[in-house]
């Protein structure tokens, strides 16, 4: 590992969007090593989107992502494939191979990027499931398992090259309060033993709290970072009305 | 950064004590060979004690992790023991975190080879539960249709002409193409033979009567079988995965009524309208072959008005009628027997194709045999 003192993220000048339209404006921001990073907004504030742009999957219209010191936007096929290594994600709605096997699915990306002998590959996914919790769900199909399992095998075929940054896209939604907790508990396992570094779109307040070192709040209107910081000193000392009541979960005032 | 590598190095003690040095970084990328060399030692030395010494080791990740656990469980499964020493503090957490001691491989299934008699009788319940649904969709089609034959006024006609647009007008550029190439391709081929003997004129006859009768009906609901009925069955088959038809259920709407008959009368309409259109487009490519030939234009139709009659017309029309509602129903009823999984909507369309082309062909041929003994 190269113990280097670059930020393992380096969002710089980020305009995207999607045609004439513009979603995000002009942010810049930096994650840490190691460190839980949480993109916040309401609906519609370009959080996904600004995801989109970090992994690479949406040209930006002006600025650049670089992750590890290299632009993600990069020509040079080998040096993508070489920042993609070192990336995984997991989808909103899990994205899993549903004609494959849970194992299957976390075994794909060892058979076509390693050269490890089959067994092994088999062993090697087989502990990414047991890490999330899945152990003994190695044959199922993705339809036949619940939405929470469903993200849990998402995370471990995210991991199955062993990324150093871990995207999550609203791991929380659509799960209840306790699966929740445990996706949390998971992630905070990952990050302290394997000292992964994540960035986690959410607006799951419990679990911004839990697993968040640092967040960054976007805006619709502005298309702008309104706020960043530590989620519990935002809540409390936020001089923005909007970040507060975000925090609060308070209704907006002009819509009451 | 230069790459390092993993490396192994085994020593054997007395007491068939095997003492693997494992070094430098254990990863997905570095560790096939290692990983194979160590299967290789055990399975050929068969050690009743198995330390690894990996104070050599600067990196591991989970596929080196694997790795540990793999040589343990081996050693496990022969009742034989294991021993780690000299692994960073940090990555002892890490194999802890990974595998508990406690932790079993779980079996991997392999597919089990096919049994003979197990598949033939899948097979048979799937083509009897096939039977049996389209028996029921039958019913519930013909409900349908009566239903709206009753209440005009209720078929959502909007819907009905986009759909008529989309499947049937759009497909005139492709009906016309085949159709004309048909027809030339026929009057050609006929008029070689028919030379010999000095009776080209008669390739109109030829040409005319097997358009209108046979290959007009045919083509245009082959081609539309392929072309629409595959698209039927996409577009309902990603409602179902969608769970849009189950909305639709619960809104109260039946799907067949809702669906279905907005596309079978769709393509009851357009049907035979494609079906005279290719009728004209293939005979006036049977025309360009006589006249090549030197008959003028007035002499090919004349010909072919004294061979044809309104029946052979209504005849090809008819069929065609038939054929639209076969190649229409299909397609909404394999749409609507879409599974789940990625590959479901695709094998809807696939099946729609081809179980519609089958029954249009098998239609044809009890058309051909209720005409002949009704003598027309």
Known sequence: ?256 | MPKQTASIAARTEQGNRLILELSGRLDSDSLGEVWKQAEHLLAREQPRELLIDASGVQYADGSGMAFLVDLRCRQQERAASFEITGLPEKLQKLLELYAPPDFEKPAVKEPKPPNLAEEMGRMAYAVWSDWRRSISFLGELAAALTFSALHPRQIRWKEVFLVSEKAGVNALPIIALIAFLVGLIMAFQAAIPMGQFGVEIYVADLTALSILRELGPLMTSLTLAGRSGSSFAAEIGTMKVNEEIDALLTMGLDPVRFLVTVRVIAAILVTPLLTVFADLVGILGGSIVLLSMGYPLITYVNQVMSAVTWIDFSQGLLKALVFGLIFSGIGCLRGLQTQTGPSAVGDSATRAVVTSIILIVIADGIFAVIFYYLGI
């Not at chain 1, 995984?88 to 994205?95: D, E, I, L, P």
């Open chain 1, 1 to 256: 590992m190269t113990a280097s003192t670059t930020p393992m993220i380096q969002v710089e000048n980020l305009t995207v969007g999607y045609g004439q339209d513009i979603i995000v404006d002009d942010v810049s921001f930096e994650v840490s090593r190691g460190e839980t990073f949480i993109i916040l907004g309401g609906s519609g504030s370009g959080k996904s989107t600004l995801l989109k742009a970090m992994i690479g999957l949406l040209p930006p219209k002006k600025g650049r992502v670089l992750i590890d010191g290299e632009d993600i936007a990069t020509e040079d096929e080998q040096k993508h494939l070489g920042i993609l290594r070192k990336i995984g994600v997991m989808y909103q709605s899990g994205a899993l191979f549903g004609s494959r096997t849970l194992l299957e699915n976390v075994r794909l990306p060892l058979e076509e990027f390693t050269r490890l002998p089959g067994r092994a590959q088999n062993l090697v996914a087989c502990l990414k499931l047991n890490i999330v919790d899945l152990k003994g769900y190695e044959n199922y199909l993705p339809a036949e398992i619940s939405g929470g399992m469903k993200k849990r095998a998402a995370i471990a075929r995210a991991m199955a090259l062993d990324p150093e940054i871990l995207f999550l896209d609203e791991p929380s939604a659509g799960l209840d309060p306790v699966t929740q907790a445990e996706l949390d508990q998971l992630v905070l396992t990952l990050s302290k033993n394997l000292g992964m570094t994540f960035v986690i779109v959410t607006h799951e307040l419990p679990s911004i709290y839990t697993v968040a070192d640092r967040v960054i709040m976007l805006e619709k209107e502005s298309r702008k970072i309104i706020a960043e910081g530590r989620p519990d000193h935002l809540r409390d000392h936020s001089d923005n009305p909007r970040v507060r009541q975000f925090f609060q979960r308070e209704a907006d005032p002009e819509k009451v």
